[in-house]
């Protein structure tokens, strides 16, 4: 599910446009900090966001500036300014699409799917797989909602807690993390910790996915797997998974 960061002061304007998006099956939240909307980003981890140009503190320009200095994810510039200087700014400043108000909310959403379609679907470079994850990710990385896989060296972390993993459950975790909230059977499952020397039946991955679970606990995500009977297993990471 693409997550979308929306970066508008309007509040009824903000709220109209969460809406919309869960509306059409996005997960979608807006800023509430304007003096530094970074670490509301970063907590995000946003496949799209949508920004204003009239904000308090920092104009729109500045914040896109900020944005792509750290990441390339895309942005789509949403203001009352119709100039074509300010579209140019915006490109220039590093947009990739201007909308201007009022909202015609069918002609934002095309837009909205249109360069999520481009960056992480079937017309980008890198192809499907790219819908994993945001893009801002550095290699050697998997994310999810916050919940960090460091590959290389085995670790996972959350809330600026980490736990170390054991191979099983690095493949596990991987797995998972690149689906999140998506059911991955138990045969996908296997045949990742299938490997030449061991063989891995259904008790080995039930045991493996039961330690994974306490890794999960010991950073304080609770309940995060979640065991779908018949099919397999899904990450669920909610606020109530946290808690």
């Known amino acids: 599910m693409y997550r979308i960061f929306i970066v508008e002061d309007d509040d009824k304007i903000a709220a109209i446009l969460k809406n919309n998006m869960i509306k059409y099956g996005f997960e979608a939240a807006a800023v509430t900090q304007f003096r530094d909307i970074m670490p509301e980003l970063e907590a995000i981890e946003p496949h799209l966001v949508l920004l204003d140009i009239n904000l308090p503190y920092f104009d729109g320009y500045y914040w896109c500036r900020q944005i792509r200095a750290r990441s390339s994810i895309p942005i789509i510039f949403i203001s009352a300014r119709a100039g074509e200087m300010d579209q140019v700014m915006a490109i220039e400043n590093g947009g990739d699409d201007y909308i201007t108000k009022p909202i015609h909310l069918d002609l934002l959403m095309a837009k909205v799917k249109s360069v999520l379609r481009r960056t992480y679907g079937e017309y980008a470079s890198s192809g499907p797989a790219a819908a994993a994850d945001a893009g801002a990710v550095p290699p050697g990385e998997l994310s999810a909602s916050g919940l960090r896989l460091f590959l290389n060296r085995n670790e996972l972390e959350w809330s600026?807690?980490?736990?170390?993993?054991?191979?099983?459950?690095?493949?596990?975790a991987e797995c998972l993390i690149k689906q999140p909230g998506v059911v991955v059977s138990r045969e996908q499952l296997l045949e990742a910790l299938w490997d030449d020397v061991q063989f891995v039946d259904d008790n080995t991955l039930t045991v493996?996915?039961?330690?994974?679970?306490?890794?999960?606990?010991e950073l304080g995500l609770h309940k995060a797997i979640e065991t779908v009977r018949g099919q397999g297993y899904k990450l669920m990471i909610q606020e109530e998974a946290s808690r």
């Open 208 to 217: 493996n996915v039961t330690r994974l679970r306490k890794k999960l606990e």
């Open 160 to 172: 600026g807690r980490r736990v170390e993993l054991t191979k099983n459950e690095q493949l596990l």
